[in-house]
């Protein structure tokens, strides 16, 4: 039986938090949900535990140590060395040795509610969300959490981004979105442009931000989301993330293999697709117009010259 996390197939996990990750030779070809990147440095998570470092933009990759095989589904970078991933059974995962070995800091596999996002503001404030409204927050680098009710009913919260030091988003489910102008004190919820569920937002400054979502919908507000207008997108693939590349340009990824890119303030994105159509959980940008991309096929590297254009 398959779980689903945000419409994505994950695998479920096998068993107690306590199991360690096995070490797997084909790691890189497992389904991978989330990463996260600071110059060539990349992390990636995924199904059974599985955690993969590069430190040369994606070219190769390295298992880590990893005291959990549920599936992960979200990691956070602080520098260097200092990071954190969250999943299934609620755990929170830290590492302060670059990726390498990671320490279990939270867990709480009887709640039943997965955990999908991690953030954090500096070495000490985080957040962590979820499924049915799952909050959490940490003041003291993951040492200690609490858990909080940031509405009043219980939708999945599928991503939190921040477009600056206090201005943060969630996308949630249903057609939520919310905003925090203190750094996650306080959120608000914004007008939707669409019922169906959002899957994250990409921030591209203060005012500017895209909002994605089911079956291909797109939207942009410059406005912090007081308003939004549709970009079309020509596909109905559920779109799962979004990444600003070093060149200024978007790039947004999707189930069936979809890829969109385009200019910044410019809505006419292109479309590209994987032959084999497998699903793109997200990519992170390695320079010079590469990009590493992971998803339903594993992680690795990849141009719009290895795509096969739609349009």
Do not use: C
Not at 249 to 263: D, I, K, P, R, S
């Amino acid at each position: 039986m398959l779980m689903l996390i945000g419409d994505l197939p994950a695998a479920e996990h096998s068993g107690p938090e306590g199991r360690r990750a096995i070490a797997a030779p084909l790691a890189t070809r497992s389904l991978i949900l989330d990463g996260a990147a600071i110059g060539d440095y990349m992390v990636v998570v995924g199904e059974r535990g599985h955690i993969l470092v590069s430190r040369d933009a994606g070219t190769s990759w390295t298992q880590a140590d990893v005291p959990t095989r549920a599936t992960l589904t979200g990691v956070s970078l602080h520098d260097g060395s200092l990071g954190w991933a969250v999943g299934h059974d609620a755990v929170i995962l830290r590492t302060i040795d670059a990726g390498l070995t990671w320490q279990t800091v939270y867990a709480a596999p009887d709640e039943e509610r997965p955990l999908l996002d991690v953030w954090f503001e500096n070495a000490e404030h985080g957040i962590a969300v979820g499924a049915y409204g799952y909050f959490l927050e940490t003041r003291d680098g993951g040492d200690t959490w609490q858990s909080r009710r940031i509405i009043d009913d219980d939708p999945h919260l599928n991503q939190i981004a921040a477009a600056s030091s206090s201005r943060l988003y969630i996308a949630a489910e249903a057609g939520r979105i919310y905003r925090s102008e203190d750094a996650g004190e306080h959120w608000t919820a914004l007008p939707s442009p669409y019922e169906g569920s959002f899957f994250g937002t990409l921030p591209l400054d203060p005012q500017s931000v895209y909002l994605f979502g089911l079956r291909g919908h797109l939207f942009r507000s410059d406005d912090a989301g007081a308003h939004w207008r549709t970009v079309d997108t020509q596909t109905e693939s559920m779109l799962t993330n979004g990444l600003v590349l070093d060149e200024g340009e978007v790039v947004f990824t999707g189930m069936g293999g979809a890829l969109l890119m385009g200019n910044d303030g410019d809505d006419n994105l292109r479309l590209f697709q994987r032959r084999d159509r497998q699903a793109i959980a997200g990519a992170l940008p390695a320079g010079g117009g590469v990009f590493v991309v992971f998803g339903e096929f594993g992680v690795e590297r990849t141009s719009t010259d290895l795509l096969a254009p739609l349009q």
